[in-house]
Antibody, heavy 118, light 107 residues
Framework: EVQLLESGGGLEQPGGSLRLSCAAS????????MNWVRQSPGKGPEWVSS????????SYADSVKGRFTISRDNGKDTLFLQMNSLRVDDTAVYYC???????????WGQGTQVIVSS | DIQMTQSPSSLSASAGDRVTITCRAS??????LNWYRQKPGKAPEVLIY???TLQSGVPPRFTGSGSGTEFTLTIGSLQPDDFATYYC?????????FGQGTKLGIK
């Protein structure tokens, strides 16, 4: 059974940093693209970032480019999102999701809440 | 960037009803369109990918159609589990935008 468990969320001040983790199990992690998707209250999901199975190809939404960095450790089956220069509008539930190909997000974690507020 | 627009934003129906949700893309995305259902407090779950392919384990009452810029999700006979919010998502090009959602409520 595929399991994705996010952690690292919390309350941070504007301008601060957080590092999210997503621990994966139940599938061949290194063969899947992985994604971060966020969702603000009452809004639709917003794709944030993608990384290929090898980690060699990374993509970002314009809203986070230059501030967020996606990475993965295939030896530890873990995905990361380093979030710097946080802004109030980064407040959301952050989900990690698998992509078997073609940007179909077929498995999602339960999400971790990030609140950016002074 | 490609914009995704769903209609209606909300609708009310009864168990056993057949409902259709529409998703329009601001430019052609071929068949690179996925549909998700999100229950309150839960993560989205994929129902349909590539516009019309049923995800493994999803009941056949869900059908998807369309290509280019206009797509539809039809639920053949509503079950209690289906009263949720539905999102389309384009997987054609970065950024992989979602629609704003269609909230399906009980009449």
């Amino acid at each position: 059974e595929v399991q994705l468990l996010e952690s690292g969320g919390g309350l941070e001040q504007p301008g601060g940093s957080l590092r999210l983790s997503c621990a994966a199990s139940g599938f061949a992690f290194s063969t899947y693209g992985m994604n971060w998707v966020r969702q603000s209250p009452g809004k639709g999901p917003e794709w944030v970032s993608s990384i290929s199975g090898s980690g060699g190809v990374k993509s970002y939404a314009d809203s986070v480019k230059g501030r967020f960095t996606i990475s993965r450790d295939n030896g530890k089956d873990t995905l990361f999102l380093q979030m710097n220069s946080l802004r109030v509008d980064d407040t959301a539930v952050y989900y990690c999701a698998t992509d078997p190909g073609g940007m179909v997000l077929d498995n999602w974690g339960q999400g971790t809440q990030v609140i950016v507020s002074s | 960037d490609i914009q995704m627009t769903q209609s209606p934003s909300s609708l009310s129906a009864s168990a056993g009803d057949r409902v259709t949700i529409t998703c329009r893309a601001s430019q052609s995305i071929s068949s690179h369109l996925n549909w998700y259902r999100q229950k309150p407090g839960k993560a989205p779950e994929v129902l349909i990918y590539s516009a019309s392919t049923l995800q493994s384990g999803v009941p056949p009452r869900f059908t998807g159609s369309g290509s280019g810029t206009e797509f539809t999700l039809t639920i053949g006979s509503l079950q209690p589990d289906d009263f949720a919010t539905y999102y389309c998502q384009q997987s054609y090009s970065i950024p992989y935008a979602f629609g704003q959602g269609t909230k399906l409520g009980i009449k």
